[in-house]
């Protein structure tokens, strides 16, 4: 049934191309005595049994969709009886009569079985029934017309379940062929949305870390104003302005990260939307917000930069960032050193970041998690550093204070950045 629906097309409705098929083979048949020259031997004139037969041989195909078996009988039983009544000239008769739309009644009726109906009523149809329907046409021929009234029927009724049977096998190929298409169509966008899921998680941390880094100046900016109030009005008040600046530039980011993990149709479809990304030329503007905090920071760069794949520049800006928020939060004002050394001899980047040890009595107690490399934000880290290629190594300096210390490799000379 469902084959037949894709031969005839989803534009027209089968039981309207069933309808029309009926109609006309009606037609032809009631037409049929015109065609036929008159004063042929042995043909009965046309009469209201006539006519009764000949809507039971035709109007049956309207109906075919729903009863297959019952209407390929009744064709058929229909289509005997006219001829053993002598009210159709015999398939192969003795002045030669071309086959007529009574036969082709049954070969469409046949036709249609064959391509509506499955393989085990197909295969009784042609293994049965067009057997029994040739045999019947042959004992109704003339003595000296059966083997060929046989044959002529038989060849008939085959082709037609022959082509039926083609028909139905292009229909299950090419609906085969649309159903895998659709799945890979369905397949494609579950990946893109995928990607776009994965993309915006991906942003939402790198924002993540912007934020937090600088909510964490904030709150030492914060203190140190609170600190200097008395003895020093104007630093208290220049360093007002630089939290109000940070605090700016946070709910910015704030904005972004609420832009980027909106769940509309439209933003689901823009994952490029992502704010620049920084990279090691971005860390002395880093280290000149860090010493506006009140931390102490000497930078030093040796040796002669080198170009990085753009996941490595992220992951030496994200590693020395999160090592001085690690630093303003648990170690409070002490001197750090950052060091960028590019040692293009042995193929690496040697990024560290060391402090001194506490600065500030009341700071806040460095967390012990953090020391042994377990802290979310070493995590981080040390996810980061795999990421680019590279290792990681935490832990307190054996003459007090904490180094975090991060290798990367430098791109051979033929890789593209």
Same mark, same amino acid.
């Given at each position: 049934?469902?084959?037949?629906? *894709?031969?005839?097309?989803? #534009? +027209?409705?089968t ?18 005595? *015109?065609? /036929? ?5 042995g ?16 109007? %049956?195909?309207?109906?075919?969709? #729903?009863? %297959?078996?019952?209407?390929?009988l ?6 005997? $009886?006219?001829q053993?009544? $002598? ?17 082709? $009644? ?26 029994g329907a ?7 021929? %003339? ?12 060849? =008939? ?12 096998a292009?229909?299950? /190929? ?14 494609q966008?579950?990946?893109a ?13 790198e ?15 914060? /203190?140190?104003?609170d #600190? ?14 630089? /939290? ?15 832009? +980027? ?6 933003? $689901?479809?823009?994952? *490029? ?11 002395p503007?880093? +280290?000149?917000s860090?010493?506006?905090? !009140?931390?102490v920071?000497d930078?030093?760069?040796? @040796?002669?930069?080198?170009d990085? %794949? ?8 994200r590693?020395?960032q ?10 409070? #004002? ?5 060091t =960028? ?33 377990? @802290?979310h !934000? ?12 590279g ?18 490799? =430098?791109? =051979? ?5």
């Amino acid at each position: 049934m469902k084959a037949m629906e *894709s031969v005839t097309g989803h #534009r +027209v409705p089968t039981a309207v191309t069933d309808t029309g098929l009926a109609l006309l083979l009606a037609g032809g048949c009631l037409a049929l005595p *015109s065609l /036929i020259p008159d004063g042929e031997p042995g043909l009965r004139a046309p009469d209201p049994r006539w006519v009764v037969l000949v809507l039971v041989l035709t109007l %049956p195909l309207a109906l075919h969709r #729903r009863f %297959p078996v019952w209407v390929l009988l009744t064709t058929a039983a229909a289509a005997a $009886s006219l001829q053993g009544l $002598s009210y159709v000239p015999q398939l192969a008769g003795p002045e030669g009569t071309s086959i007529g739309p009574t036969y082709l $009644s049954v070969a469409a009726a046949v036709f249609l079985t064959a391509v509506r109906c499955s393989a085990r009523t197909a295969t009784a149809v042609v293994a049965v029934f067009v057997p029994g329907a040739a045999l019947t046409e042959a004992l109704l021929a %003339p003595a000296g017309h059966r083997i060929a009234a046989f044959l002529t029927e038989a060849v =008939l009724l085959v082709a037609a379940w022959a082509l039926g049977r083609l028909t139905r096998a292009r229909a299950a /190929i090419r609906d085969q062929a649309l159903e895998r298409a659709a799945f890979l169509e369905r397949e494609q966008a579950a990946d893109a949305r995928a990607a776009v899921m994965e993309e915006r998680a991906r942003i939402a941390r790198e924002l993540h870390d912007i934020v937090a880094h600088n909510v964490s100046l904030m709150v030492v900016q914060t /203190i140190a104003a609170d #600190r200097v109030q008395d003895r020093d009005g104007a630093k208290a008040h220049e360093l007002h302005g630089t /939290i109000e600046k940070t605090g700016r530039a946070a709910v910015t980011e704030l904005r972004r990260l609420l832009d +980027v993990l909106r769940t509309d149709e439209d933003a $689901s479809g823009e994952p *490029s939307r992502e704010p620049p990304q920084p990279t090691v030329e971005a860390l002395p503007a880093l +280290v000149e917000s860090v010493r506006a905090a !009140g931390l102490v920071v000497d930078f030093d760069v040796k @040796g002669s930069p080198v170009d990085l %794949p753009a996941g490595s520049h992220l992951a030496v800006y994200r590693v020395v960032q999160e090592a001085l928020t690690n630093t303003l939060k648990h170690a409070g #004002r002490t001197r750090t050193g950052v060091t =960028l050394a590019w040692e293009t001899e042995q193929g690496r980047l040697n990024v560290r970041v060391c402090d001194d040890g506490r600065g500030d009595e009341e700071a806040t107690p460095r967390v012990p998690a953090a020391a042994n490399g377990g @802290g979310h !934000g070493l995590v981080g880290m040390r996810e980061r550093v795999t990421a680019a290629g590279g290792s990681l190594h935490t832990g307190p300096r054996p003459g007090g204070g904490y180094c975090v210390h991060a290798l990367f490799p =430098l791109p =051979l000379p033929g890789d593209a950045a």
